[in-house]
T-cell receptor, first 115, second 112 residues
Framework: DAGVIQSPRHEVTEMGQEVTLRCKPISGHDYLFWYRQTMMRGLELLIYFNNNVPIDDSGMPEDRFSAKMPNASFSTLKIQPSEPRDSAVYFC?????????????FGPGTRLTVT | DAKTTQPPSMDCAEGRAANLPCNHSTISGNEYVYWYRQIHSQGPQYIIHGLKNNETNEMASLIITEDRKSSTLILPHATLRDTAVYYCIVRVPNNAGNMLTFGGGTRLMVKP
C-alpha cells in the first residue's frame, strides 16, 4: 500500500480564499483523522471519522473549517475563508481501529501558507 | 488523558543507547502509554505502546515503572536517522472521546 496520500503537499493562498486539502486513507482503514501542527500549539486533532461519519469535531477551530468524507477512500478539509493564522501543516492519518493495537498512520502533510 | 511531561531536548551519540524519559504521574489504571516520533518534515510515526509490562519491538523498548507513573523509551543503538521529536502519549484505547493528544515531545539529536 502507498500509505496515506495527501494533496497538495504545499499550498500558498491569499487571505479570504477558499482552501481545500485532500486525503486518501490506507485501503481498509475505517478511521480517518485530521490534525493541524503549528509551532505555537503543536499537533492538534481537528476531527475524526469512523466509517465515513464524523464522530468528534470538537477540535475544529471555528465555522470556517469543515471536513467531509464522501466515501471510504477520500476526505477533504476545507477552510473558507482562509486567514493568515490558519497557516500550518495539516496531517491526515488513518487506522483500522482505535483499540489498543491499532496504530495511526500519518500522511506526509500539507503545508498551508495564507498571506 | 493523563498529562505527560518530557524533557524538551536530548543529545545522544551515534551507536549508543538513547533513553527518553516520560513522566505521567496522574495516569489511570486503564490508560496505555504510546510513543510516536516525528522526523523533520514528515508525519508522526508510531513506535510502541504498553500498559504495565515492558515491551520490545524492532524499533525500540518501552520500560514502564511498577507504579506506572513514568516510562522510558529506549533506542538501543541510535543512528543519525533517529534524530526526531519523540512524543509520549497516554490514553484509554477504544474511547471515542480520547484520541491521541500530542504534547511538546522531546527533540532527540543523534550526533556522529
Amino acid at each position: 500500500d502507498a500509505g496515506v496520500i495527501q494533496s497538495p503537499r504545499h499550498e500558498v493562498t491569499e487571505m479570504g480564499q477558499e482552501v481545500t486539502l485532500r486525503c486518501k486513507p490506507i485501503s481498509g482503514h475505517d478511521y480517518l483523522f485530521w490534525y493541524r501542527q503549528t509551532m505555537m500549539r503543536g499537533l492538534e486533532l481537528l476531527i475524526y471519522f469512523n466509517n465515513n461519519v464524523p464522530i468528534d469535531d470538537s477540535g475544529m477551530p471555528e465555522d470556517r473549517f469543515s471536513a467531509k468524507m464522501p466515501n471510504a477512500s477520500f476526505s477533504t478539509l476545507k477552510i473558507q475563508p482562509s486567514e493568515p493564522r490558519d497557516s500550518a501543516v495539516y496531517f491526515c492519518a488513518s487506522s483500522s481501529g482505535i483499540q489498543v493495537s491499532y496504530e495511526q498512520y500519518f500522511g506526509p502533510g500539507t503545508r498551508l501558507t495564507v498571506t | 488523558d493523563a498529562k505527560t511531561t518530557q524533557p524538551p531536548s536530548m543529545d545522544c551519540a551515534e551507536g549508543r543507547a538513547a533513553n527518553l524519559p516520560c513522566n505521567h504521574s496522574t495516569i489511570s489504571g486503564n490508560e496505555y502509554v504510546y510513543w510516536y516520533r516525528q522526523i523533520h518534515s514528515q508525519g508522526p510515526q508510531y513506535i510502541i505502546h504498553g500498559l504495565k509490562n515492558n515491551e520490545t519491538n524492532e524499533m525500540a523498548s518501552l520500560i514502564i515503572t511498577e507504579d506506572r507513573k513514568s516510562s522510558t523509551l529506549i533506542l538501543p543503538h541510535a543512528t543519525l536517522r533517529d534524530t526526531a521529536v519523540y512524543y509520549c502519549i497516554v490514553r484509554v484505547p477504544n474511547n471515542a472521546g480520547n484520541m491521541l493528544t500530542f504534547g511538546g515531545g522531546t527533540r532527540l539529536m543523534v550526533k556522529p
